[in-house]
């Protein structure tokens, strides 16, 4: 397993650049996106021509109103369990964690939360987040 982190200004420039890369060698990719999306997000648009799934991943708090403490809770944790098993499926080369900063910086997901999804991750599975 390769990960990648894009930290910095052109971080969507970045992870776009790589989402092309491999799937323009027919490879196939998945974006789990943290956060309200719009059909014009420069990520989605990729998704109509190339073999890219786009995922929306609204927690509450980010793209999702916020309910009672434990009804969030087990939103979160049921996201987090999906993601990981789509993760460790294996059926895609590229899985993108985009904005999930947000998500970490919310405090809607843990480091920990963050470890058990990289570790899901087949090694021919490389992992992107910003």
């Known amino acids: 397993?390769?990960?990648?982190?894009?930290?910095?200004?052109?971080?969507?420039?970045?992870?776009?650049?790589?989402?092309?890369?491999?799937?323009?060698m027919n490879l196939p990719v998945c974006i789990a996106y943290f956060g309200p999306v719009t059909p014009?997000?420069?990520?989605?648009?990729l998704a109509d021509a190339l073999p890219i799934d786009f995922i929306p991943v609204r927690l509450p708090g980010l793209g999702r109103p916020r309910s009672n403490?434990?009804?969030d809770t087990l939103t979160t944790e049921t996201t987090t369990a999906l993601l990981r098993q789509m993760i460790a499926g294996g059926s895609y080369r590229l899985f993108v964690l985009d904005n999930?900063?947000?998500?970490?910086?919310?405090r809607l997901l843990t480091v920990e939360d963050l470890?058990?999804?990289?570790?899901?991750?087949?090694?021919?599975?490389?992992?992107?987040?910003?």
């Not at 999930?100 to 919310?106: G, I, N, Q, S």
């Open 100 to 106: 999930v900063r947000e998500a970490l910086a919310r």
């Open 40 to 45: 014009q997000h420069h990520l989605a648009l």
């Open 1 to 24: 397993m390769q990960m990648y982190l894009y930290t910095g200004a052109d971080r969507a420039q970045d992870v776009t650049r790589l989402a092309l890369g491999v799937a323009g």
């Open 69 to 71: 403490p434990q009804a």
């Open 115 to 130: 470890h058990h999804l990289v570790r899901a991750a087949p090694a021919d599975t490389q992992i992107a987040m910003t």
